[in-house]
């Protein structure tokens, strides 16, 4: 008996849910994030601010589970036009991508100044109660926020880049 076995040209339902809420939920933080400077002294600015960190919590163990399942989830191959060192620097600069975002959400969980309800409901108490540590963080957020929106105009434009050039695998495998 022969046994077909074909290779996937897409990412799984699971993976490919797990990349738009984590893509949507760092874009909406990122955009609201640099809005609250401007909202600072309102009456907006408790309500998007804890429902930026509320975000961001539900967002780290999502990418936490996103990071873990890449090891267990069915390869996809890359599209014959990435190879060799081109493919080596994709995924190395995927592996980037995963590190910032991992370090923008722990560093914004760390640079808490005070406590909040998550979503309104769930009191969650800052991790570190030491000013010094907390601007620390601040700063380390700052820096990597700064980085992952490079990364993340990078991967947008290399997607649009292959999609105008007609290689729309690249933008399928992920819908």
Known sequence: MHVSRRVANRYDPFSRLM???VAGVIIYAMCMGYIL???EGTRWFHFFSVLNMS???????IMLVRFIWRFFRPSVPYPASVAGRKKQLVVFLHEIFYLTIMLVLVSGFLMLHKD??????VHVSRPVNVDVINDFFFKIHRVSCIVLGVI???HVAAVIKYTLSGQREILRRML
């Not at 975000?55 to 163990?61: D, H, K, N």
């Open 19 to 21: 990349h738009w809420v």
């Open 37 to 39: 400077h401007a909202l």
């Open 55 to 61: 975000l961001g919590t539900l967002a780290t163990p």
């Open 152 to 154: 993340l105009l990078m």
């Open 116 to 121: 909040y309800h998550f979503f309104g409901l």
